[in-house]
DNA sequence: TTACTTTTGCAAATTTGTCGCAATTAATGC
DNA sequence: GCATTAATTGCGACAAATTTGCAAAAGTAA
């Protein structure tokens, strides 16, 4: 039986990258978060690695698909791809930032067909809906 | 009969900001464009305002719904709003920025029925397809 | 026009993301 | 294992993007 992180190796050596300790480092932090931003992925690295050395990790994890960045307004966060996930969007609380992942595959094909009408070839779509969970409503 | 710019200034007015000339000038120059990045924008305002007063007025139009950001990847642009263009989503090119709007009114079901099963209130949403124009498709 | 409040421009500080290069670490064949 | 080779890292310097404080200028209301 393989592990996530036997998937992730695999992954970096088919590709010709090696398994080196700040990937790694990078790798278990994500595997512990919903979505972070660069900001707390390096706090949460606390020194391991480098701060150009974490962009250029994410730089080759994104290329890998290994991660996805989510965009939130002017900001972005990264989390892991779906290989790893299972799910590809969102419902973000105005509230209290809460993310739940949520998995609808009607937004495929409907991508694909919007994407044909203007001749665009589609890489990737990103659906996010935001609004107030449930508690946040209540503390109104 | 109100004209675009009455309204702006009327929204402007009822919430208790003043009607100013640099105001006045990022508003005219969104109006003539489909979505523009800052750089885009403080370009096309040709030294008439500041750079930080860019910002800051971005970011009251942002309180006041006049206009919003949509992400392309790491960047992301500013265009108007809804109350002024009409709602609507993207396909965006990755190779040469240009963003097509497009509108989907599936998506308003769609958003509401998948809040609801999670007990969201949802407020807002965002569709974004991105990938590669016609014209970026034929240089490869 | 005056008096008062908000907004702007400027300059400086932060934050965020990049780059070149020498030192270090991983992968490979023995 | 050990040496060789190639990939990767950390560092320091940059560059770009965004924010902030404050005095001067512009907008508002009477």
Redesign the pocket.
Same mark, same amino acid.
């Given at each position: 039986m393989s592990s996530q992180l036997d998937d992730f190796k695999e992954l $970096?050596?088919n590709s010709?990258? !090696?398994? /080196? $300790?700040?990937?790694l480092a990078v790798f278990e932090v994500l595997t512990k978060h919903e979505a972070l !931003?660069? =900001?707390e992925l390096y706090q949460r690295l606390a020194g =391991?690695?480098?701060?150009? /050395?974490l %962009?250029?990790?994410i730089? $080759?994890f994104e290329e890998l698909e290994i991660v996805h960045r989510i965009n939130l307004g002017?900001k %972005?966060k990264i989390e892991l791809a779906e290989t790893f996930t299972g799910h590809h969007h969102h419902l973000t609380c105005l509230g209290c930032g809460t993310v739940v992942p949520i998995n609808e595959s009607k937004l495929e094909d409907f991508t694909k067909q919007v994407a044909s009408e203007h001749n665009f070839r589609a890489s990737r779509h990103q659906f996010e809906i935001q609004g107030y969970c449930a508690k946040c409503q209540a503390k109104d």
């Amino acid at each position: 039986m393989s592990s996530q992180l036997d998937d992730f190796k695999e992954l $970096l050596r088919n590709s010709g990258n !090696s398994v /080196t $300790l700040p990937r790694l480092a990078v790798f278990e932090v994500l595997t512990k978060h919903e979505a972070l !931003s660069m =900001q707390e992925l390096y706090q949460r690295l606390a020194g =391991q690695i480098d701060r150009a /050395t974490l %962009y250029r990790v994410i730089e $080759l994890f994104e290329e890998l698909e290994i991660v996805h960045r989510i965009n939130l307004g002017w900001k %972005y966060k990264i989390e892991l791809a779906e290989t790893f996930t299972g799910h590809h969007h969102h419902l973000t609380c105005l509230g209290c930032g809460t993310v739940v992942p949520i998995n609808e595959s009607k937004l495929e094909d409907f991508t694909k067909q919007v994407a044909s009408e203007h001749n665009f070839r589609a890489s990737r779509h990103q659906f996010e809906i935001q609004g107030y969970c449930a508690k946040c409503q209540a503390k109104d």
